[in-house]
């Protein structure tokens, strides 16, 4: 399965290095050092990403019957998806999800929290079910009303249908201005299918991270706050939260699955059954 990236770790990089704290305030907004393929990839994203897109997807994944499986044989499923040609990337995804948990867990922040961290990026393999990397990663936002400038490559918009939909180009569209983010359509991802996975298990605020972790235009630019409720800015608190572990907890020094696999599945076992419908 090729696509513009050399695999889907690459978008994670191109959102490290754009809100790396080190960066100067007048470089947020340069992307001019994006590669090719990043921005072929955003180009792609934001053409197809139409409201009829999102909705068809979660009509077809989010009834859950795709496949059964216990949480750590899909953290192991889903190291298939690292790409041996890519040079950069030594780590798996099981030892990613691990460094996130393990920061989290280094912290003292509550059980649930540390086993978001490490489930947080299951929904990733809808890429082995044959999705287009545009429509597994990517930063997310609303669908049905206009397209903020705070979303990255803004630009490409131009490119999608719904651009051209006087319904979908108002500042609200199809939703009433503090509607609640419940209400509104995002584009689709990883993100949306996990949530829709872990919603019966997972605390509130987890499943607000697993769901809007990749919202960068809203918990980051602080965009979409019309469309937001009061509980959606008190939960959106947990998100950003969570935002530096997701970003900034890549380390030299890989963690050791087997070894801490007793403990995570401690973890697993009190939140999740032991099969579970993705």
Request: a negative charge.
């Amino acid at each position: 399965m090729q696509g513009p990236l050399q695999n889907l770790e690459q978008w994670d990089e191109f959102v490290q290095e754009r809100y790396d704290p080190n960066r100067k305030t007048e470089e947020f907004r340069n992307y001019e050092k994006a590669t090719p393929g990043v921005r072929e990839f955003y180009r792609l994203n934001h053409a197809n990403q139409t409201r009829e897109f999102a909705l068809a997807k979660k009509k077809q994944y989010c009834g859950l019957n795709t496949s059964k499986m216990a949480i750590w044989e899909a953290l192991e499923y889903l190291n298939t998806l690292v790409d041996d040609s890519d040079p950069d990337t030594d780590l798996s995804q099981i030892e990613h999800n691990l460094q996130t948990a393990e920061a989290i867990r280094r912290d003292g922040h509550p059980d649930w929290f540390q086993l978001t961290g490490l489930v947080h990026d299951l929904g990733k393999v809808l890429w082995l079910w044959g999705e287009p990397q545009w429509a597994v990663v990517g930063d997310t936002f609303p669908t049905g009303c206009a397209y903020s400038d705070k979303i990255v490559f803004h630009e490409f918009f131009a490119e999608n249908p719904d651009s051209r939909n006087p319904a979908y180009q108002t500042q609200l569209g199809v939703y009433e201005k503090g509607g609640g983010l419940d209400q509104v359509d995002m584009s689709w991802g990883h993100d949306e299918f996990f949530y829709h996975i872990a919603k019966e298990y997972l605390p509130e605020p987890a499943l607000y991270m697993l769901r809007y972790h990749s919202f960068y235009p809203g918990h980051r630019e602080g965009a979409y706050d019309y469309l937001m409720n009061d509980h959606d800015r008190e939960m959106f608190q947990w998100v950003k939260t969570f935002n530096p572990y997701d970003l900034y907890s890549k380390s030299a020094s890989k963690p050791d699955p087997k070894e801490l696999k007793p403990y995570y599945q401690g973890l697993i076992n009190k939140y999740f059954p032991s099969q579970v419908a993705f």
